[in-house]
């Protein structure tokens, strides 16, 4: 079995790992294989697969601490506990980063100009199949420790970009339709949460090839796919009630190449639901 990683080595590798966030924050271009050989020199004897998963690692870290994570380093959660001590620091500690991020998620947003919409649409990611191994050790671990602010909460309660998701889905499914040679299917598909409301628990009305009717909940992040998002109670049970009617459109990197995957049927068999608040009554 490899030796736990030392402070310096987690905060060697904690430290890189920022420098690429910030670099990609900023539109910057940046070698993760440079980076990684350069880190490398404060290590002990680590390859190179051990250094990504502590990268991953860190990823993990982040979503928990409602922040954004580098999209080419996907969230693991089996971290140890010093490692979340340093990097829970480390964020406090990054002002600029932060304020980088703050601007970012209540930025007004534009439904992105694309050359061909329908190619946004891409295979769901991969769930952790590790995850509900290392849930329950991960959280005994972890100390109370600070938490920062959620950015990722307030990104999904910016209204201009959920927004200019939902039309940017509903341009999608109109220029399905019409690929599928259903013109007239195309222009009955209504964005209802303008039209309508949020009662019904969807964002997009839209429709099977068949004719039949296609419930889609829309939700939208500037960030990498495995962004976690918000739902609502009432969605998950209109999720439930509409079955394999219902789907969830996820949009990602929204503001620079807008991506699309969707899951179809009741949100908790697609998604690990998890609570995020609570209700709290007098008496």
């Known amino acids: 079995m490899a030796d736990d990683w030392s402070r310096v080595e987690v905060e060697a590798t904690v430290a890189d790992y920022f420098d690429m966030l910030e670099h990609e924050l900023n539109?910057?271009?940046?070698?993760?294989?440079?980076?990684?050989?350069?880190?490398?020199?404060?290590?002990?004897?680590?390859?190179?697969?051990a250094i990504e998963r502590k990268h991953q690692n860190v990823s993990?870290?982040?979503?928990?601490?409602?922040?954004?994570?580098?999209?080419?380093?996907?969230?693991?959660?089996?971290?140890?506990?010093?490692?979340?001590?340093?990097?829970?620091?480390?964020?406090?500690?990054?002002?600029?980063?932060?304020?980088?991020?703050?601007?970012?998620?209540?930025?007004?947003?534009?439904?992105?100009?694309?050359?061909?919409?329908?190619?946004?649409?891409?295979?769901?990611?991969?769930?952790?199949?590790?995850?509900?191994?290392?849930?329950?050790?991960?959280?005994?671990?972890?100390p109370p420790g600070r938490r920062s602010v959620d950015y990722l909460a307030m990104e999904a309660r910016n209204r201009s970009l959920g927004g200019a998701g939902e039309e940017f889905v509903l341009r999608f499914e109109a220029a399905r339709l019409i690929h599928a040679g259903k013109e007239r299917l195309a222009a009955k598909v209504e964005r209802v949460s303008e039209t309508r409301g949020d009662a019904l628990g969807f964002d997009v009305l839209?429709?099977?090839?068949?004719?039949?009717?296609?419930?889609?909940?829309?939700?939208?992040?500037?960030?990498?796919?495995?962004?976690?998002?918000?739902?609502?109670?009432?969605?998950?049970?209109v999720s439930r009630e509409s079955n394999d009617s219902y789907h969830l459109y996820r949009a990602f990197h929204f503001r620079r190449q807008p991506r699309l995957f969707m899951k179809r049927g009741p949100l908790d068999q697609s998604f690990r639901l998890e609570p995020s608040q609570f209700v709290a009554i007098i008496g």
Do not use: C
């Open 27 to 49: 539109g910057f271009e940046y070698n993760k294989s440079e980076h990684r050989r350069r880190l490398s020199a404060f290590l002990n004897h680590r390859t190179d697969g």
């Open 60 to 142: 993990a870290i982040l979503i928990e601490l409602g922040f954004v994570y580098i999209s080419g380093y996907k969230p693991l959660r089996n971290y140890q506990q010093l490692l979340w001590e340093v990097v829970s620091d480390r964020l406090a500690r990054s002002e600029n980063l932060v304020q980088v991020v703050r601007a970012q998620v209540t930025e007004p947003a534009a439904v992105p100009t694309v050359e061909n919409i329908l190619a946004a649409l891409v295979e769901p990611p991969m769930p952790d199949l590790d995850a509900r191994r290392y849930q329950a050790s991960q959280v005994r671990e972890r």
């Open 206 to 237: 839209s429709f099977e090839i068949s004719g039949e009717e296609r419930f889609i909940e829309v939700k939208t992040t500037a960030y990498g796919s495995l962004t976690p998002f918000f739902v609502s109670k009432n969605e998950v049970a």
